[in-house]
């Protein structure tokens, strides 16, 4: 168990919501016990085509940038280009296969006409350590082809190549996985196979003998730590963004509880923590998702709803401060309340009931907190979008683990 050390710490929030005292669990620095590291193992890359040769221990990128990591993801439905003083790393979405039903064809990104992938590679004028990555994948029926991908050798190559062309294409800086999730078909899609854990690995080797050691390459992790053989997918990992939210949701949970609820039984950050260290990730390579927006419930019975299943935070103001939401006065009034055990906010209507759990600056900067003093390789969030224009998440992020306004030295 991790051992756990209690501070303190006295947070106010804004004008509108009184001051409460969060009590939040930091354990103390892990030792140094060589378990693993962000930067990277060495293995022997002395051939000509920048391919590795195979060790026990892996091989890995020898450059991942700036840490601890505070990393953004950034789709193509946002239209603005990213505040990078607040960010060590960018994973631009989406890219996904040409054709999802084979798993063939190469991988295509949509960019945001706005916020194009040259645009935001070219900010590394303001942040020079700043990595762009390519994220690949999704939810649902947006990891389909994977499965099918794995599955043949001849598909396997032809990925890996894609990828790489991407990303000497764009300058970027590596890849992030998003296969949600091999075995698994995620949101009743199809396409998943019981060889998919293990033809993962085969994935990665490629994908790592492709790239060399001069690219990134992630994963992003169920919060449950199923479906992948990490002591295998660690020797190509360079480190795993492990998805902490979605756990729960009103009226029943907490989307991202830092602890064990004392009003519900999912899961938390610390039971999450627990399963990629027994399943075989070190944390200090774990990168801990942080959302910025919450979850009501999905299926409201009818007359009961006040908000759709996902709420982004830059709709918070109107609903704490205007009692407004998406234009329209709420259904009915609702209160902000604060679970201590978990450190969340949640908000419930007149007869108590929680009718959304979300994350504000308090709970996002003690949880940058939490990662940072228990030794993880950093944080990362869900997603750019969904801040307020003032980046109020996204500060309490950095303060939290930077315990400064920028993660510019």
């Not at 990104?109 to 645009?119: F, H, N």
């Amino acid at each position: 168990m991790i051992k756990k050390l209690f501070i303190f710490t006295l947070l106010a929030l804004c004008a509108c919501t009184a001051p409460t005292v969060s009590n939040i669990v930091i354990p103390p620095p892990p030792p140094d016990d060589g378990s693993g590291g962000g930067s990277g193992d060495s293995g022997d890359f002395s051939d000509p085509g920048g391919s590795g040769t195979d060790t026990d221990e892996g091989v890995h990128c020898k450059d991942i940038g700036q840490t601890p990591i505070i990393l953004a993801y950034f789709t193509e439905y946002t239209e603005v280009l990213p505040e990078v003083s607040l960010l060590t790393h960018i994973n631009y979405a989406h890219g996904r296969f040409a054709n999802p039903s084979t798993g063939d064809g190469g991988i295509v990104i949509t960019e945001s006409k706005k916020a194009p992938i040259k645009d935001v590679v070219a900010l590394k004028s303001v942040n020079p350590k700043l990595k762009v990555c390519l994220m690949v994948g999704g939810w649902g029926g947006h990891a389909d082809g994977f499965s099918m991908m794995a599955r043949d050798a001849a598909k396997r190559t032809a990925f890996c190549q894609s990828v790489k062309s991407l990303l000497d294409k764009h300058k970027l800086d590596g890849v992030d996985i998003d296969w949600e999730y091999p075995t698994q078909s995620a949101d009743n899609e199809t396409g998943a196979d019981p060889s998919d854990t293990q033809n993962f690995n085969l994935v990665l080797k490629e994908l790592r003998e492709t790239l060399g050691q001069d690219k990134i390459i992630s994963f992003a992790s169920s919060s449950s730590a199923r479906y992948v053989d990490w002591p295998n997918a660690m020797k190509y990992l360079d480190y795993v963004n492990v998805m902490t939210y979605d756990m729960g949701a009103a009226p029943n949970g907490h989307n991202s509880p830092l602890h064990k609820s004392g009003k519900f039984s999912h899961r938390s950050w610390d039971e999450s923590i627990e399963a990629h260290i027994s399943g075989g990730v070190p944390k200090d390579r774990m990168v801990m998702g942080v959302p910025f927006y919450g979850k009501a419930e999905k299926n409201p019975a009818e007359g009961t709803k006040i908000f759709d299943y996902s709420v982004r935070y830059y709709e918070m103001p109107d609903i704490l401060n205007k009692g407004i939401y998406k234009g329209k006065p709420l259904a009915r009034k609702v209160t902000r309340r604060w679970e201590p055990t978990s450190m969340v906010p949640y908000l419930v209507d007149e007869d108590g009931l929680n009718v959304l759990s979300y994350d504000d600056p308090e709970s996002v900067e003690l949880k940058g907190k939490y990662a940072k003093a228990n030794g993880h390789l950093g944080a990362m969030f869900w997603e750019y979008r969904c801040d307020t224009d003032d980046h109020a998440l996204l500060k309490a992020l950095v303060k939290g683990i930077y315990n400064k306004e920028s993660v510019l030295e």
